[in-house]
């Protein structure tokens, strides 16, 4: 499907976007292009695929589960204002 100039002012009025008249033959070229590829994909027969419910129906890698990091607890905790029994204290703020 072929865009015209007149065609493509008025898309660009509806959304709100402002061409030059420089971009204005770019940018019907590059419509036309995008509504030719919509013509190609809705001509393609899908009558044997099942429709998906996400794009990426994929399970995902899992890593093992190991510790990689070394316990950082006491040096993290040395500069909080209060902690007790390996927790931080914070002040009371519903009565």
């Given amino acids: 499907m072929a865009l015209d100039r007149k065609a493509v002012e008025d898309i660009a009025h ?10 204005i033959p770019a940018t019907t070229a590059k419509l036309s292009g995008i509504l030719d590829l919509i013509d190609r994909m809705q001509a393609v027969d899908t009558a044997g695929v099942a429709p998906l419910a996400h794009p ?9 589960d190991q510790v990689t990091e070394t316990n950082q607890r006491d040096a993290l905790q040395a500069i909080a204002p209060a902690t007790e029994d390996g927790l931080y204290l914070v002040p009371r703020v519903i009565e």
Wanted: glycine share 0%.
């Fill in 14 to 23: 509806l959304a709100r976007i402002a061409l030059n008249e420089d971009d």
């Fill in 56 to 64: 990426l129906e994929t399970t995902q890698r899992l890593r093992a």
